[in-house]
Nanobody, 116 residues
């Protein structure tokens, strides 16, 4: 069973930056894409960003375009989400997601809190 190991997150003031990283624990290489979702209290989990592993094509939630950047390291099999100009409405638990060998995997989530 593949586990996704997440790092990053924390507490930051509005306008600040944070970086999230995620890597499959078993060194999986058959990755189709990886990305991030988030869930705030009382809301549904929503897509934030993803990147296709072979092409590097990136996709974003409209509200984070221009502030968040997703990137991948093919050698380390790591996906990184750089979050700049954070806003209080970005506060949520962020979950890493990966599609590996035809299956869908989720991380345990990391808290991002943006204070006003």
């Amino acid at each position: 069973q593949v586990q996704l190991v997440e790092s990053g997150g924390g507490l930051v003031q509005a306008g600040g930056s944070l970086r999230l990283s995620c890597v499959p624990s078993d060194g999986s290489t058959d990755i189709y894409d990886m990305g991030w979702f988030r869930q705030a209290p009382g809301t549904d989990r929503e897509f934030v960003a993803s990147i296709t592993w072979t092409s590097g094509n990136a996709y974003y939630l409209d509200s984070v375009k221009g502030r968040f950047t997703i990137s991948r390291d093919n050698l380390q099999n790591t996906v990184t989400l750089q979050m700049n100009n954070l806003k209080p409405e970005d506060t949520a638990v962020y979950y890493c997601n990966a599609r590996i060998s035809g299956s869908d995997y989720w991380g345990q989530g990391t808290q991002v809190t943006v204070s006003s």
